[in-house]
């Protein structure tokens, strides 16, 4: 890990035991805090899509609106919210998606996206996959070429990243944490 990577790892608190014992959860609130580290996350995430046309920039609830409204800033792109299933007041598109724990809904306004626009997936973290696989179907369903997905960390060893891998969606992380 290079020394802007390692900076960005060092300024991401982990807590212990939460949500539930075995669990180290990664908060982000730090990096947001920290101005420099929030900046250097925003540039290494805009870095590999910098002049490329990018249509629009879809962030999931809830940090990847803080991220996701960044990148597209810094992409000169639109902003997409995909958010959990009731919060949109236009008409939407919904699809069904897995948690480590069950099954939840996300949505988006159906008019959001148009059909062969390129699309950008952004969130804080990746671990087991199931949102940003849900998001990505979604878009797909309404016709966006979904070029990337972008997030802060990855968590290797719960297998997301390969998840989206295998729909052929290229993913740019900046930092790794083992376990869960």
């Known amino acids: 890990m290079n020394n802007t990577l390692s900076e960005l790892a060092a300024s991401i608190r982990s807590i212990p035991d939460y949500p539930k014992p075995g669990i180290i959860f990664r908060d982000i609130t730090t990096l947001l805090g920290n101005p420099r580290a929030f900046r250097r996350a925003v540039d290494e995430l805009v870095q590999p899509y910098a002049g490329t046309k ?59 996206v148009q059909p062969g626009e390129k699309v950008i997936l952004v969130d ?18 309404i016709g966006a070429e979904v070029v990337g997905a972008c997030f802060v960390i990855d968590l290797p060893d719960l297998g997301g990243r390969k998840k989206l891998e295998e729909l052929g969606v290229v993913v740019h992380t900046l930092v790794e944490f083992s376990g869960h």
Do not use: C, N, W
């Not at 800033?73 to 009731?86: A, C, E, N, T, W």
């Open 54 to 112: 990018i249509d629009k920039i879809a962030g999931m609830e809830a940090r990847g609106f803080i991220l996701g409204g960044a990148v597209a800033h810094q992409l000169s792109s639109g902003f997409v919210p995909i958010r959990k299933k009731g919060k949109l007041p236009h008409e939407t598109v919904r699809i069904a998606y897995s948690l480590e724990y069950g099954v939840d809904e996300m949505e988006m306004h159906r008019d959001a």
């Open 124 to 141: 804080d973290l990746i671990a087991t996959g199931g949102t940003a696989v849900g998001a990505t179907k979604l878009l797909r369903q």
